[in-house]
């Protein structure tokens, strides 16, 4: 790659080629792509918000806050990834390496931070923290979500941590600061 070429994520993305490389092997399986596939699709939101729009019914009136609050930290998260994303526009695993298989169509053409990862950790704190017997449900999904954006090839690891990160910040402010 020509020196003007590079992009500050150029060294990071041959570093994790090979992981994803590795991890996305498990995507040329088709029952494997559908399973991740529909994983993602429902982590695009349909799972989170059908989970909000049944807390105030399974939990009455005490759910409201919860729900308000977790709504509103969602909105933050769309805020921050997409101005990140549009800034430091990073191709996706598998427009920069052809080897690595999309095993689901893109949201967005840029990669860094997964917004599905920030989500899937921000919701997931949220809802343990005040709804802890839901953990059994949101945990296993949440950690699907993650794990299917490298698996599909449309996030690399380092894309999955800063969402991971940035996700648990949002959470753990939103709770420190809301109580």
């Not at 982590?43 to 919860?66: C, E």
């Not at 990140?84 to 695993?93: G, I």
């Not at 052809?98 to 997931?124: E, K, Q, V």
């Not at 993650?146 to 709770?175: F, M």
Request: proline residues 7%; contains cysteine; aromatic residues 12%.
């Amino acid at each position: 790659m020509a020196e003007a070429e590079q992009t500050p994520f150029t060294r990071f993305d041959k570093l994790e080629v090979t992981i994803c490389l590795q991890v996305n092997r498990s995507a040329h399986c088709l029952p494997v792509r559908r399973f991740f596939g529909c994983i993602s699709w429902l982590g695009n939101g349909i799972f989170w918000y059908v989970l909000l729009a049944m807390l105030p019914i399974l939990y009455g009136p005490a759910a409201i806050w919860p729900t308000l609050r977790i709504s509103g930290i969602a909105l933050i998260g769309v805020v921050i990834y997409k101005v990140v994303k549009s800034r430091l526009v990073r191709e996706r695993p598998f427009v920069a390496f052809p080897d690595i298989l999309c095993g689901s169509p893109p949201m967005d053409r840029y990669s860094f931070p997964s917004g599905h990862s920030l989500h899937a950790t921000s919701f997931s704190i949220l809802i343990l923290y005040s709804f802890p017997t839901l953990g059994f449900i949101v945990l296993p999904f949440a950690i699907m979500v993650i794990l299917s954006r490298v698996i599909l090839g449309l996030h690399y690891p380092s894309d999955v941590l800063a969402g991971v990160v940035i996700g648990a910040t949002l959470a753990s402010a939103s709770l420190w600061m809301l109580g």
